[in-house]
């Protein structure tokens, strides 16, 4: 079936510095997604993005975060600068449609575990 | 706010055997629950298994089923018999009306399927 590719898998980064975590979505699909899943706990929505611009975030969403997707290439997620609180696994998926039917079926990658030091 | 619970940490059945996971859920909101039952494989990302958008009806892949019950707010996931192959986590989700990209996830059930 579809895939969504992120890298890489795990990230080390030192708290302070920058971090982008990039995701290859589904070839097609036009709304993309992040969710934030912390150790032991679920996974939690972070923030869609259509067409060059932030739909909607959650409260988890920080003033530090952005996300993008220059040119059709990979949609990212830019965290500058890191917090401790940010070790988390972040899970990139992506949609052909909003809403209606089958076409805004998720479909998620396999995450990005960011240890944060 | 919305919640999800479903049977935590792992779960070990045997091949050949019935599973079954719970997974309840919770929505103060007065938009209609859309139920989903996703896997996710080792290495993989997560794949959708099977959804459900109208209470009363069943939802149903690669030998999985799950009912929407509105008046007890369930949607467990049921296999009569489990293969080696479905070893992996397990996350029961809601979305809401149309906001289906806003999933509430459960923590997840890891199920392990011995010979």
């Known amino acids: 079936g579809p895939k969504v590719l992120q890298i890489p898998s795990h990230q080390i980064i030192d708290m302070g510095q920058m971090v982008t975590l990039n995701c290859d979505p589904v070839?097609?699909?036009?709304?993309f997604y992040w969710y934030k899943q912390i150790l032991g706990q679920q996974m939690e929505f972070l923030v869609n993005f259509y067409n060059g611009k932030v739909m909607e975030k959650s409260k988890l969403f920080k003033d530090q975060f952005s996300v993008e997707r220059p040119d059709g290439s990979y949609f990212t997620l830019k965290i500058q600068p890191t917090a401790l609180e940010d070790s988390a696994v972040y899970f990139c998926?992506?949609?052909?449609?909003?809403?209606?039917?089958?076409?805004?079926?998720?479909?998620f990658g396999a995450g990005t575990r960011l240890s944060v030091l | 706010g919305d919640s999800v619970t479903q049977t935590e940490g792992q779960v070990t059945v045997s091949e050949s055997k019935s599973l079954i996971i719970n997974c309840t859920y919770s929505t103060t909101s007065i938009a209609y629950p859309n139920l989903f039952w996703y896997v996710r494989y080792p290495g993989e990302g997560l794949q959708l298994l099977l959804k459900?958008?109208?209470?009363?009806q069943k939802g149903s892949s690669r030998g999985f089923e799950a009912t929407y019950n509105k008046e007890t707010t369930s949607f467990h996931l049921q296999k009569a018999s489990v293969q080696e192959s479905d070893s992996a986590v397990y996350y029961c989700a809601l979305g809401l009306g149309g906001s289906n990209y806003k999933l509430t996830f459960g923590k997840g059930t890891l199920l392990t399927v011995t010979p």
């Open positions: 998926a992506s949609s052909l449609a909003w809403t209606g039917g089958s076409q805004n079926t998720l479909y």
């Open positions: 070839s097609n699909h036009l709304y």
């Open positions: 459900v958008i109208t209470a009363g």
